[in-house]
């Protein structure tokens, strides 16, 4: 039994070991990349449309971020 165990733990280790060791990179957008010109309704139903924001506001933050507070 107690082998078993050592075996199980020496595969633990190698298995983190190679995945530590891949180098994964997700494509990301360049602070100096402009984002495509898009419109979308606020809660109230206003829509607001990037340029117009940009004009007004000088500089926008979007983020973008997956089921939040959507029920799902």
């Not at 733990?9 to 360049?30: E, H, N, R, W």
């Amino acid at each position: 039994m107690r082998r078993i165990s050592l075996m199980m733990v020496l595969l633990f280790i190698l298995v983190l070991a190679a995945g530590a060791k891949a180098d994964v990179q997700a494509p990301s957008a360049s602070p100096a990349q402009a984002a495509p010109d898009f419109a979308l309704p606020d809660q109230d139903g206003k829509m607001w449309k990037l340029s117009d924001a940009v004009k007004e506001y000088r500089a926008v933050v979007l983020a973008f971020y997956p089921k939040d507070d959507t029920g799902v």
